[in-house]
């Protein structure tokens, strides 16, 4: 796609013009914009807007239309390759009306609101939308008959004809009417119905209205059997049916012979309005403009003009028929609208025009994005490369899911796109997912699920590291210690263990006992988590009354030194209740690793810095203390092995 060589539209900021200046900041998906008046330090701004590039993914009806697409594109990138190119198109044409029909149902929804609504603004708002969304639809509709569906030469106007009666519904609205009050036939709109109904090939409905006229006026009984003979004639093509496109030709020239000769003939002179008829039906050029009000479009008198002209139309005869009706249809004063030109690049068969205006007139990268994705599946579109390395359908994707990214709940719709994308939609998923507020922790274990099956480990640490510190800062260790495993963080599960081992020190009790006892594996993350986890064994062990385990455990706890050293003196505490037990449990090497670690207590506490401030002499006194009852404890052990030992008498360790 080559570079737009146009102007940025032009956003006004409200009470921005006089004289105040602009401050922005870039966002992910929006642009944030404040005024600063340079003022005094101290006095804010007035006001901040939000100016957002895609405001249509904030509607919620229009929501419905994201969701419901992103199914059918989820569907659409199963079809495999290796099937047969026309069962490949039976399912490329169904997904394309697959597609419309969500445009179709949300445009019904969006219609109801606007005419339900008391509110002027929003029903503004909705109508405008409408507005797009039958642009949209209409464009849609008609790329799946030139380029999906690639109807030939006489399918190809019964294709036509069918868009545009789908699209000119205001002729069935009018028809109501009419066939509702008390005398259809003089209702001042019977005509421009009949009319109506013959200019978009729906003969047997403009049959029908004509017989009520017909009643009202036996004396031209035969001129409307005349004209209801020459509607019932007309052929059509029968794609399904034995006749060539040749015969059908030649049918259908007898029959337009057969017309222009009622014509000449005069046969309708009488009646001006089944003359008007009669040369329609002949597709003669300046009655069908004299019904501009009726065709309202230049495509719906390009499509009355072939179907009366040129029936057997060609795909590469399109382009020719749809110039010159625009030149004829438009007024020479007037400039073609964006629907025009897009319209008129389907017919000349550019696809990549179609895509570009596209892109240039839509509000949102949905449409362009979607189609394009369809076309490329069609094989349509392989030849088109971007200068930057991406192709069309890759970059058009790309953007569209960016601009989902900023919503709060359609983001990850986003996340099946950019896996769609093989070129750079990893890369963009990762700058993107970054940028997902992580509000709860069901939406950042959503986040994190996502980037694991995708092995995007550096996300996933970086999400763990920012739930535990938000969770460290609540307080709640259990779940910080879980997200820091989760990261493979052994720094952050170390400074957790210590939060731990604090708060154990504090409280004499363990939190989220749960969470510690199953730990498995995940414990020899780091050395003081391991700690944390053999320490809460040992309890364990010794509420058990196990004391024999317990004392093995403590002694090994304590000679590994993988203890914080502020917690030695806990731990050569917990020894004195087995110290104080009626039976010995400890052996003499034990007994011996225990005064040896004592020892070096003693010793650094013994060698504190002058000056200590009263709390930490306090504490110190405390804790000398206890080392001295740890003293004469292990020193009655040992005599109690010792004695042991002399009468013959089993001890631990012997």
Not at 372 to 385: E, G, P, R
């Amino acid at each position: 796609m080559e570079e737009l060589d146009v102007e940025p539209a032009i956003t006004n900021i409200p009470a921005a013009s006089d004289g105040k200046h602009l401050g922005f900041a870039w966002g992910p998906g929006d642009i944030l914009a404040y005024e600063t008046l340079y003022m005094a330090p101290g006095s804010g701004c007035s006001f901040i807007h939000e100016v957002r590039k895609d405001e249509d993914i904030y509607s919620p009806i229009l929501r419905k239309l994201f969701n419901e697409s992103h199914h059918i594109f989820v569907g659409l990138q199963t079809i495999r390759e290796d099937l047969p190119s026309k069962n490949k198109k039976t399912q490329f044409v169904s997904i394309s009306k697959n597609y419309r029909s969500v445009i179709r149902a949300c445009m019904e929804e969006l219609q109801q609101v606007a005419v339900s609504t008391k509110v002027a603004e929003v029903a503004t708002q909705y109508g405008n939308q409408v507005s797009i969304l039958l642009a949209i639809e209409l464009i849609w509709n008609l790329c799946e008959v030139l380029f999906i569906d690639a109807a030939p030469a006489g399918p190809l106007l019964l294709h036509l004809l069918d868009w545009v009666r789908l699209h000119k519904g205001d002729v069935d609205e009018k028809a109501r009417e009419v066939l509702q009050s008390e005398s259809p036939a003089e209702h001042h709109d019977y005509w421009d119905v009949v009319v109506s109904y013959v200019l978009q090939g729906r003969f047997e409905e403009a049959r029908q209205m004509l017989v009520k006229q017909a009643t009202l006026q036996p004396a031209a009984r035969n001129m409307y059997k005349l004209m209801d003979t020459l509607l019932s004639k007309m052929p059509f093509y029968n794609p399904g049916g034995t006749q060539t496109l040749t015969e059908f030709d030649v049918k259908w020239r007898h029959w337009h012979e057969e017309v222009d000769r009622c014509l000449q003939d005069n046969s309708f002179a009488s009646n001006q309005h089944l003359e008007i008829i009669c040369k329609i039906l002949v597709g003669d050029e300046d009655t069908l403009l004299e019904h501009k009000e009726l065709l309202s479009t230049w495509y719906h008198f390009l499509v009355t003009r072939l179907l009366f002209c040129h029936p057997t139309v060609k795909p590469t005869e399109l382009h020719y028929y749809a110039q010159s009706c625009m030149t004829m249809f438009l007024d020479l004063r007037s400039v073609p609208e964006p629907l025009d030109s897009i319209l008129l690049a389907a017919f000349e068969f550019d696809i990549h025009q179609v895509i570009k205006d596209c892109s240039i007139a839509l509000n949102n990268w949905w449409f362009v994005a979607h189609l394009t994705d369809l076309l490329d599946h069609c094989k349509l579109l392989q030849s088109h490369n971007l200068h930057f390395g991406s192709n069309l359908r890759e970059f058009l994707l790309l953007e569209y899911a960016s601009g989902l990214f900023t919503h709060h709940s359609l983001w990850q719709l986003a996340v099946d796109y950019f896996d769609n994308c093989p070129e750079f939609g990893h890369v963009y998923l990762e700058l993107q997912i970054e940028r997902v507020p992580l509000d709860t922790e069901r939406k950042a274990l959503k986040v994190l699920r996502i980037c694991e099956q995708r092995q995007m480990s550096e996300q996933v640490r970086s999400i763990c590291k920012i739930m535990a510190m938000r969770a460290l800062r609540n307080n709640r260790l259990g779940s910080a210690l879980s997200w820091s495993i989760r990261a493979k963080d052994a720094a952050f599960a170390t400074l957790i263990s210590e939060r731990f081992l604090q708060d154990y020190c504090a409280r004499g009790t363990f939190s989220d006992l749960d969470l510690i006892d199953n730990l498995g594996p995940a414990m020899l993350l780091s050395d003081r988590l391991t700690f944390l986890v053999k320490y809460r064994e040992f309890h364990k062990l010794y509420e058990e009354n196990r004391f024999s385990e317990a004392a093995k455990l403590l002694l090994s706890l304590i000679t590994a030194k993988i203890a914080p050293r502020s917690f030695w003196m806990t731990l050569l505490t917990d020894a004195l209740p087995l110290l104080e037990q009626k039976e010995v449990i400890f052996s003499a090497d034990q007994t011996h690793e225990l005064m040896f670690c004592l020892e070096e207590l003693t010793s650094s506490l013994n060698t504190t810095a002058p000056g200590t401030d009263r709390t930490m002499q306090v504490r110190i006194s405390s804790c000398t203390q206890t080392c001295n009852r740890l003293q004469i404890k292990i020193l009655r052990c040992k005599s109690a092995i010792t004695i042991a030992m002399r009468k013959g008498k089993n001890a631990p360790g012997f």
